[in-house]
């Protein structure tokens, strides 16, 4: 079945990086779009990035020229580059992918 497991949240200081990582599996990865949301305390979700199945990308106005979203077939993994972190990036990151979400992973941007 499908299945997307995110990795690589944690604290960071303002400013700071972090990259995220979503491990694929169970579907032709390489065939789908795949999506970057967050979700922050007390807010919707909200989309963050996407990257086509032909390596097109796109972001959300508040993460453009910050954020880097990428892809690795041959791994079934997508990345989520994030650098000039602000407090207000904080909150949980999934992916998303045929239809399923990953379980999330915390990032939390803080002195």
């Known amino acids: 079945q499908v299945q997307l497991v995110e990795s690589g949240g944690g604290l960071v200081q303002p400013g700071g990086s972090l990259r995220l990582s979503c491990a694929a599996s169970?579907?032709?990865?390489?065939?789908?779009?795949m999506y970057w949301y967050r979700q922050a305390p007390g807010k919707e979700r909200e989309f963050v990035a996407i990257?086509?199945?032909?390596?097109?990308?796109n972001y959300a106005d508040s993460v453009k020229g910050r954020f880097t979203i990428s892809r690795d077939n041959p791994k079934n993994t997508m990345y989520l580059q994030m650098n000039s972190l602000k407090p207000e990036d904080t909150a949980v990151y999934y992916c998303?992918?045929?239809?399923?979400w990953g379980q999330g992973t915390q990032v939390t941007v803080s002195s």
């Open positions: 998303y992918g045929r239809g399923k």
């Open positions: 169970g579907f032709s990865f390489s065939s789908n779009d």
């Open positions: 990257i086509t199945s032909i390596g097109s990308t």
